[in-house]
Each structure stands twice: as structure tokens, then as C-alpha cells.
């Protein structure tokens, strides 16, 4: 079998199911062979060392980051996984003051958009503003608190090592006028940059009535996700919540950290999402070929359906890119698929997204 990059490999342990080079196996031995893990971590690690990052979540110091679900133990000096973040003598600072490695730029709406098919922006506004367009501010965040091995935006890592180009949110916020109908935060991710996330929400909310939308792998603090939470609600805007795995093991392979706090703060958005005014909390499912099959589907929207059966879920097309380029994209009978075991499962608005990118590719996604 082939795909328009590389030969693509079969397990060696289920030689009917297709594996990246990078791991060696498939979706099926990441959820179920413990004895797996370590060989995996020590992949992100070695990559991550390769091109300069930090290799691996601290642990053993006794400071500890709050600003994200990492939360760092770090030693004198260490700087945080997400290079945002450094430990000085007796307390966790911020390396870089107020700023944070950033950049952005304008979308005119309606814009590919994980939510665009609910997007409370584009189903409730004229875009058209006398003869100027409506648009969107995305903002690109050069830091992540996740390592996955697919990252369809892995350009955040050369901003993360270099710690460059610096904006702090008043920088951020003057660039947006009486147009921007919307703030999107993506990257990299805003899961550790709360604090510059949310003073330049503010900004934008208080001087252009600007709508805020996350786009998130959720490994957001506790002490940051209420405010979050509160800023998007009130704004009327969107949190599109990439879930990626829900099996403890697979999550940890595809990505090199845990998704506890991931998955505790998606109940907790879908609480506080019971009484919404249009969608506030939009669930993305990005379909990785040899990884994420029915199966971990099937845990996965009964998962959401438990959570809420409404909130709308997007399943992505995947596309060969970062260390995981010798994959296929994601074929359409596995979308197709997809969408149905959703809707087995009991969720109510379920969206293919990304069709552009599916392919004819023969694989097996069971």
C-alpha cells in the first residue's frame, strides 16, 4: 500500500493494520501493550532534544507551574516544557514579562473554522460592514504544552525555541479594529498562555465587543479554565476542544503527556454548557489512519454523549505532516464511518470536516 509520500509499513505485531515508522506499531499495541509506553516517551523525548526543546514534562523539582495542566515540577532554573516558563529560586515566573512568543493574522469570514458549521459569528452577523468585510483575528500561539507526533502546526516549535516574535496582549489587541468580529486562539496552543489569552480578550471584548474562541488540546489549569470559560460565554464565542484519544495509553503515545485534566475539563465545559445561548463547547476529532480507529471512537463519543449528546462534534481529516508523513490521509470510508458509530453512540450534530483532504486510501480503520 502506498500514499503520496512513502511506503506506508504494516505492524509487525497486527500485519493488517498500518503503522507510522516513527513508532514502529500501530493505534492497537499503543492502547493495550503497557510495556509500549516507555519506548514512546523516549521517541518525543529524543525528537524534542534533537531540535532543542525541553525533553520531557519536569517532575522532580519542588516549584510547580500553575498555567497549565502539565503543572511543571521544576528545579532552579529549569525552564517549563512549554518554554514559556522558567523556575526562579523560589517561585515560577514568566520568561519572557508580559509577552509571549505570537503572531497573527486576518481572516475574512465566513473562514475555515473547526465550528464553522454552528460558528455563532457567521450564523448570527451580516458580514458585510458598509463596504468592508467582517473578519477574524487569529492569533497563533509559538508554544504548546502537548508533543504530538502530528501536528498539523508543528512552525510553533521554532517560535517555542527561539522564544520569538514577542507581543504582549496590549501589542496583540491594537491589531485588531472595529471589524474584528472574532479572536480565534490556536498554534501551538493557548492552554499555556492563559494569562496573555485572557488580558487581550479583555482588551478586544471591552473596545470592539470582539467575540473569543479557543481552539484547544484542553490541557488547560483548573485556576484558568472558569475564567476561560467566562470570557468566551460572555463574548458568545466558541471553545473547540481537540479531544485526539480518550485511551490512556494511545493519548500518551500520539502525544508524549497525559490527558486526565483533558478529559476532567471537557465534563466540566459541558456542565457549564447545559444552559448555552447557540454552542459554546465544539468536541474536534482528528482521524489518524492505523490510530484512530471505531474502536477508540466508539470510547470516544460516548465519552462526549455522556458529557452532552448536543455538543456538536467535528470529525477532522488528517494530513501527512510533522513525524507522521509516511501515513495516509484519512479515507472517506473512514469518515464516513466515523460519523456513523457518533451517531450510534447517541450524538446529535455530528460534521465531517476537512472533505478536501479525504482520500481513496485502502487501509483498515476498525
Not at 514534562?57 to 512549554?82: A, K, T, W
Amino acid at each position: 500500500m502506498t500514499c503520496a509520500y512513502n511506503i506506508v509499513m504494516n505492524c509487525p505485531n497486527h500485519p493488517d493494520r498500518i503503522a507510522a515508522k516513527i513508532l514502529g506499531y500501530c493505534g492497537e499495541c499503543a492502547t493495550f501493550n503497557d510495556d509500549l509506553i516507555s519506548s514512546s516517551l523516549a521517541i518525543h523525548s529524543q525528537l524534542r532534544e534533537k531540535i532543542g526543546l525541553v525533553k520531557t514534562v519536569p517532575s522532580v523539582g519542588n516549584l510547580v507551574c500553575p498555567d497549565c495542566g502539565n503543572h511543571c515540577r521544576m528545579l532552579d532554573q529549569e525552564i517549563g516544557f512549554c518554554h514559556n516558563q522558567i523556575a526562579a529560586k523560589t517561585e515560577v515566573v514568566r520568561r519572557y514579562g508580559d509577552a509571549v512568543p505570537v503572531s497573527w493574522y486576518f481572516d475574512s469570514l465566513p473562514t475555515n473554522c473547526v465550528a464553522d458549521w454552528v460558528c455563532p459569528v457567521t450564523k448570527t452577523q451580516k458580514l458585510n460592514l458598509g463596504t468592508a468585510r467582517l473578519k477574524n483575528l487569529a492569533v497563533f500561539y509559538g508554544s504548546c504544552n502537548s508533543d504530538c507526533l502530528f501536528c498539523q502546526n508543528s512552525s510553533y516549535q521554532n517560535m517555542m525555541k527561539a522564544g520569538a516574535p514577542l507581543m504582549t496582549p496590549e501589542e496583540l489587541a491594537n491589531s485588531a479594529d472595529e471589524n474584528t468580529a472574532c479572536v480565534c486562539y490556536f498554534g501551538g496552543d493557548p492552554a499555556c498562555n492563559p494569562i496573555h489569552s485572557l488580558e487581550t480578550s479583555k482588551i478586544l471584548y471591552t473596545k470592539w465587543q470582539t467575540r473569543v474562541c479557543y481552539e484547544t488540546n484542553g490541557n488547560i489549569s483548573g485556576k484558568w479554565l472558569k475564567r476561560i470559560a467566562e470570557i468566551v460565554k460572555e463574548s458568545n464565542g466558541t471553545i473547540k476542544f481537540d479531544l485526539k484519544a480518550i485511551s490512556p495509553n494511545l493519548y500518551r503515545t500520539l502525544t508524549g503527556i497525559r490527558n486526565n485534566t483533558v478529559l476532567k475539563n471537557f465534563r466540566n465545559l459541558a456542565t457549564l454548557g447545559k444552559d448555552r445561548e447557540g454552542e459554546f463547547l465544539v468536541a474536534s476529532i482528528l482521524l489518524i489512519p492505523g490510530y484512530i480507529g471505531l474502536k477508540e471512537l466508539e470510547l470516544l463519543c460516548s465519552f462526549i454523549a455522556v458529557c452532552d449528546p448536543t455538543i456538536p462534534t467535528a470529525f477532522l481529516g488528517f494530513y501527512p505532516h510533522h513525524h507522521m508523513t509516511d501515513l495516509p490521509r484519512t479515507s472517506r470510508k473512514h469518515a464516513t464511518a466515523a460519523s456513523q458509530v457518533a451517531r450510534e453512540c447517541g450524538l446529535e450534530n455530528v460534521r465531517i470536516g476537512n472533505l478536501g483532504l479525504l482520500s481513496e486510501a485502502d487501509y483498515n480503520y476498525e
